[in-house]
Every structure is written in C-alpha cells, then in structure tokens.
C-alpha cells in the first residue's frame, strides 16, 4: 500500500490561477502566461491601475499574458 500525501494534492493558490490560461489583466486566453512578481506588498504604491489591482486583491503575483507582462515593464500597462 502506498502512503498518500496529502500536502501535495492540493494545488497551491499560484498553481490553479496559472491552470485558468487566463491574463488577470486583459482577460485574454491566448497565452502564453507570465508570472509577475514583487517582493512586498508594501513596496507597491498604489499609483498604477496594476498596483492597485494587486494591494486590492492582497497578492505579491499577478498573471499576465506576454504582451500585458512586458507592458508592465515598459511601464504601458495603465
């Protein structure tokens, strides 16, 4: 009989929001998805729509399509 392992049957919150294929941004669902991450919330300062979307949903990660990430970066996302 083989032990069951409980802890890793669960996905992890990151996991099933990635398993959607959805940007959480655009809501487009042509991939491929980006993970883009920050070290703390509280270095986010609430200026940019995507800072805000983040502090409301109290999440250092956001989904993002290719296109959306790079925005981001750019500085293009609002």
Do not use: Y
Request: hydrophobic share 30%; proline share 3%.
């Amino acid at each position: 009989m083989r032990p069951s392992n409980i802890r890793n049957a669960c996905r992890s919150g990151l996991l099933q929001r990635l398993s959607v294929e959805k940007c959480e941004w655009c809501n487009t669902t042509k991939g491929p998805f980006e993970v883009h991450h920050i070290r703390k919330l509280k270095d986010l300062k609430g200026k940019s729509e995507w800072e805000k979307a983040m502090i409301g949903r109290n999440r250092k990660t956001m989904v993002l399509c290719r296109r959306c990430h790079k925005d981001l970066h750019a500085g293009r996302l609002d």
